[in-house]
């Protein structure tokens, strides 16, 4: 009795913990380059019940019974990096990234480009969020004040929001000076990188994610006046989020179902006289 207690249990929390990353990816629904979160259930190993014959003699022989399961569990999260569509905001600061068709790693999976966020001195982040500005000394940054980055690894210095930025991502400022070009990087594997917030994302490997500035295998163009929308489609994660929440009810009776045995089991079953 006390394993599908159990069972219901770790239904119940794998549902709460799916509820949780539809609620993040909602809320982000409206965040520009944001990366909506997936994951599935998985069932835990099951177990095979054998029956011991008490009374063969010398020795005790056992039957099988069958298989028992043990729960599920919520798989690890992994973003989904799908490009999201691109919205004309008319802010020459927005500079939104779109990438053509990319090819394949090892895996099957797509890979993606990103910008290179200077997160701290000698610490380097990747973004898909384009929802620049420029800061009291003409920097280019990240809403959150984190400088962008050119092939140089430099911060650029555009003075003020009167720059132009072209399709291959170079910067000329309102003097007509070339102050840099943005760099973009690719990830051969995007499932090495997790989030940290404020749309960043850190490189778990050695090392950082190779430019693509000047290849000409992988495809992209920089649209300024363009932000890329959260790739979340919010009719699909409401409907998830009722799937998950009348699940984790069924579950919930199930476990009050055990509950209410296990009481009459110890108040009345249990009672003497």
Do not use: C, W
Not at 122 to 140: A, K, Q
Not at 177 to 191: K, L, R, S, T, Y
Request: charged share 25%; glycine share 10%.
């Amino acid at each position: 009795m006390l394993r599908g207690l159990y069972g219901a249990a770790a239904g119940m929390v794998a549902q709460q913990n799916r509820q949780e990353m539809l609620s993040n990816n909602l809320a982000n629904a409206n965040t520009p380059g944001f990366k909506a979160d997936q994951a599935s259930l998985r069932s835990f190993p099951n177990m095979l019940l054998h029956a011991v014959d008490t009374q063969a003699m010398p020795g005790r022989r056992s039957y099988p019974i069958g298989e028992l399961t043990t729960g599920v569990y919520l798989q690890e999260r992994m973003p989904n990096f799908k490009q999201g569509d691109l919205v004309e905001s008319g802010n020459a600061t927005d500079i939104a990234l779109l990438q053509g068709v990319l090819p394949e790693n090892e895996d099957g999976r797509e890979m993606s480009l990103f910008y290179t966020i200077e997160h701290n001195e000698d610490e380097i982040r990747y973004s898909r969020n384009g929802h620049f500005t420029v800061d009291g000394e003409g920097f280019l940054t990240t809403a959150q004040g984190r400088y962008v980055l050119d092939v140089d690894g430099e911060r650029i210095q555009v003075d003020n929001e009167n720059f132009i930025v072209t399709p291959n991502g170079i910067v000329t400022n309102e003097a007509g000076d070339q102050v840099g070009q943005i760099n973009v990087v690719v990830a051969e594997d995007p499932m090495l990188l997790v989030k940290e917030g404020d749309g960043l994302l850190r490189f778990t490997e050695e090392g950082e994610l190779p430019s693509v500035v000047g290849d000409d295998e992988i495809a992209y163009q920089l649209q300024q006046g363009f932000t890329e929308r959260s790739n979340v489609d919010a009719g699909q994660t409401m409907t998830e989020m009722m799937t998950a929440y009348r699940a984790f009810e069924a579950n919930q009776r199930v476990l009050q179902a055990y509950d209410q045995s296990l009481e009459k089991a110890v108040n009345e079953v249990g009672r003497i006289g």
